[in-house]
């Protein structure tokens, strides 16, 4: 029977994150093979993540991540049970490891199936549900590219991208202002042509059901409910929303005021819960 050292322990716990009893532990088990310990760690994860895979993994850290040249990003959520473990120091780490890595993959998929040190990211995220004894799972995975990419991160918890026409001057600053207004406001798209048809449907009639309710005339509802779907519009696309920080203007204006030929093409937006 090997002899196993408290150095041998001290080595797998460093590579392992695992307490130190579990990696003396699983060292005996292995009669001092590392790669064996470490399988028989895992396994202890994947039967923690099996006993745990009704519970709830509301809490966690949301995580944008941009290229170098601002071109794409994406915005994670690596989700945990409780929120001690969310602001924990090393688990924020591991979410913003995950979120540069991530920005190397264009599905949740794929990422999950991608290497990470040795294994694949879903057998991360199981070996650290053995460690921590919470689900710990990838929640949201939002991908986008466009010209110029801006982000902005709200207290952990709500991360957004936004995607700018050109990279002009002030497009930084102006890309994380509008991204800022999107964690706040959660539009449910970026202008007319993104809301479902099926949602408009929905707001029409409740709409005419208010006005009928109000005593309005059957043969003047259409014209009424259209003027109520471009408050809708108004309050729930992004570019057609009051923009925060000065209401004289909405978020399009805003970002013509930075230059003229400057729009938002595209943003995602992913929060915890």
Do not use: W
């Amino acid at each position: 029977m090997a002899t196993i050292t408290a150095a041998d322990v001290n080595k797998l716990r460093t590579i392992t994150g695992a307490g130190m009893m579990d990696c003396k532990k699983a060292l005996v088990e292995a009669d001092g093979d590392f790669d064996l310990a470490i399988e028989n760690l895992r396994k202890k994860g994947q039967k923690v993540a099996a006993n745990r895979s009704d519970r709830e993994s509301t809490e966690g850290a949301a995580i944008a991540a941009v290229n170098a040249d601002r071109t794409a990003g994406v915005v994670i959520t690596l989700n945990c049970e409780t929120d001690f473990v969310g602001k924990n120091e090393g688990f924020v780490k591991l979410a913003t490891d995950f979120a540069n890595q991530a920005l190397n993959y264009d599905t949740k998929e794929a990422f999950l199936a991608s290497d990470f040190n040795g294994i694949t990211v879903a057998e991360k995220l199981i070996e650290q549900t053995g460690v921590i004894g919470e689900k710990i799972e990838i929640g949201s995975f939002e991908k986008l590219s466009g010209a110029f990419i801006g982000s902005y991160v709200h207290s952990g918890k709500i991360a957004v991208l936004v995607a700018l026409s050109a990279n002009v001057a002030g497009a930084d600053e102006a890309a994380k202002n509008v991204a800022m207004q999107a964690a706040a406001m959660n539009p449910i798209a970026l202008d007319e042509a993104g809301v479902d048809a099926s949602i408009i449907e929905k707001e029409v009639e409740i709409a005419k059901d208010q006005l009928r309710q109000e005593g309005k005339p059957e043969a003047m509802l259409d014209n009424i409910a259209k003027g109520k779907i471009q408050r809708f519009y108004k309050d729930n696309t992004l570019v057609n929303q009051d923009y925060i920080k000065d209401g004289s203007m909405n978020v399009a204006a805003y970002v013509k005021s930075v230059d003229a030929g400057l729009t938002v093409t595209g943003f995602k937006r992913v929060a915890l819960g």
